[in-house]
């Protein structure tokens, strides 16, 4: 069933955009990652115009996100005193971040910088994290336990706060910083930031996995609220008819994806995405590196 | 009055032909399940004067909204590929389509095309480009390529059927991708290349009931807009949540 876009101006098959909501929502009930990063190249890819996929994508991260975050919310798997301290920061940090893109836009070339981020930093991440659970799964085998995380120079910086769901007691510093870095990437890349985030709360702050996911969710509503506010009011980009189709198949996969995550132990878990985010890297770096069959493109003019 | 009907008989050759037109319809209106639309032209010559000896050919061309469009070019740095240069192109419309009775070579003359910008070449204005790049060619033919392989521009040689000199025909596909605006109808009718007649009217394309209620509602109400947005999200994401838990705990 073909259905017109009343903003983003395309006709596109109802039932690809409900399977397309439903796939992404499922990843983001089970790793706690909003599924942008995966969904905005998705939206490019159907020939939705990319300012639209972007804005209207923020939209669907809250849905999926807000459903996600129920579950978990259930499962007492929420940090929300860490959740609040990244979201502080994430907020400062996109609009630290739109401030920024709008530079580079005036510079141009910003869809190359987009991509470049996304290669690096998927790149990084992935293997960062693929290798971390190869080693931790090998140690699980193996018998021995998995190594305590040592003390760091986090451990010593001043305003300590406990964090009672993640067991912590640590510096707010780190935790303002991670969320102003991710909010920062997160406007620049329009995606939640839940696939930096996610590591960066396992590794950098010592975060248990479990409560990682749910708190992951919990700050990304906030932030895409925030995002898609601001497309809305500035760009006129979200379209909300394409938003409900996503958010249907999101909704509803986000619930199956985070009954499965509980199922499944955290080494698993880690390693799949790294996969995932490894796979997305690796399609992005070769259309870089790949000449592209068509060499030219159309953008509409901006300024006139 | 000898004087005013010499006059007119002077004038008489070039008025001797007439299009009367009829459009199957002549508004085109985007509802949620818009899924592209045909219309039908036909219509009509009509003339005072017995038919000349040289065979009539009637050219039909739909034009959507123009707008200046940037057209960027890859190029290989670094080992990668980047937009390296950009033309403007002034006026680009956004749909454009192009039926005729026979080639379009023969059916019109070089330079009633460039009088009246029929072919698709021509309707594309790029003044500014000469300056900016040392091939503004290869960038509005860019914009041909791209917009054809999609659907937006078409030509059509053949397409118009022409019976008894007389009554002509011929269907006009428009996508699903329509964008809104007064798309300009012409009709030429052409004798060795020469235009003889020519015929303009518009069709209306435009967004009707929710559509054209969300469309104004995100200009004008934005902020409402993107909070109606974020209901709608949160309330679906709380509605699954909800309905799940119901599911399970059955």
């Known amino acids: ?304 | 009055m000898r004087w005013l009907i010499a006059l007119l008989f002077m004038a008489g050759p070039l008025m001797a032909e007439e299009v009367v037109l009829g459009l199957s319809r002549d508004k085109v209106a985007i509802t949620a399940t818009f899924d592209g639309s045909e219309i039908l032209v036909f219509g009509a010559v009509k003339r005072e004067a017995p038919v000349p000896e040289e065979p009539l050919d009637v050219i039909v061309t739909i034009a959507g909204p123009s707008k200046p469009v940037v057209v960027r070019r890859k190029e290989r740095r670094f080992g990668i590929w980047v937009n390296v240069d950009s033309v403007e192109v002034d006026r680009a419309p956004s749909f454009y389509a192009i039926a005729t009775t026979g080639p379009l070579d023969k059916v019109l003359s070089n330079v009633e095309d460039l009088r009246h910008s029929i072919s698709i070449p021509r309707a594309i204005r790029s003044v500014g480009a000469a300056s900016a790049t040392v091939d503004p060619q290869a960038f509005t033919e860019a914009v041909i390529r791209i917009r054809k392989a999609n659907g937006a521009y078409s030509l059509q040689e053949g397409a118009v059927s022409l019976d008894e000199q007389t009554l002509f025909r011929t269907s006009i596909e428009m996508p699903a991708n329509l964008t809104e605006g007064a798309y300009a109808t012409r009709i030429f009718l052409t004798r060795g290349g020469e235009i003889v007649a020519t015929y303009e009217t518009a069709i209306g394309v435009q967004k009707v009931g929710l559509e054209r209620w969300i469309f104004n509602l995100s200009r004008e109400q934005p902020l409402i807009y993107g909070l109606m947005s974020l209901a709608i999200a949160i309330a679906a994401g709380w509605g699954a949540s909800a309905a799940f838990r119901a599911i399970r705990d059955r």
């Open chain 1, 1 to 304: 069933m073909q259905i017109y876009l009343p903003i983003a101006e395309v006709s596109v098959n109802a039932f690809l955009l409900l399977g397309l909501g439903g796939l992404v929502g499922v990843l983001s009930g089970m790793f706690g990652v909003g599924g942008g990063f995966l969904m905005t190249p998705l939206l490019f890819f159907i020939g939705i115009p990319p300012a639209v996929a972007v804005a209207t994508e923020a939209n669907q991260i809250v849905a999926s996100s807000f459903s996600g975050v129920l579950a978990h919310l259930r499962r007492k798997t929420v940090d929300l005193r860490m959740g609040t301290v990244l979201l502080i920061g994430g907020l400062i940090g996109a609009a630290l971040g739109v401030v920024v893109f709008n530079y580079l836009r005036s510079l141009g070339q910003v869809d190359l910088l987009v991509r470049l981020c996304y290669v690096v930093f998927l790149g990084i991440i992935g293997g960062m994290m693929f290798f971390e659970s190869l080693r931790a799964i090998r140690r699980s085998k193996s018998g021995k336990p998995a190594a305590r995380k040592k003390h760091t120079w986090i451990q010593k910086l001043p305003f300590k706060m406990r964090f009672r769901t993640s067991g912590l007691y640590i510096s707010v510093i780190p935790p303002v910083l991670v969320g102003i870095a991710v909010g920062v990437l997160a406007a620049i890349m329009g995606v939640g930031g839940g696939f930096i985030m996610v590591p960066a709360m396992i590794y950098l702050l010592g975060m248990p996995t479990k409560v990682v996911v749910g708190t992951s969710l919990f700050q990304i509503i906030f932030v895409t609220a925030f995002t898609t506010l601001l497309h809305a009011t500035t760009n006129f980009t979200v379209d909300v008819a394409l938003a409900v189709l996503l958010l249907i198949g999101g909704v509803i996969g986000a619930q199956i994806g985070t009954t499965i995550g509980t199922r499944m132990k955290a080494e698993q878990l880690r390693i799949l995405l790294a996969m995932m985010v490894l796979a997305v890297c690796f399609k992005l770096a070769l259309d870089l590196l790949i000449m592209p069959s068509e060499l030219y493109s159309i953008g509409a003019a901006e300024g006139h």
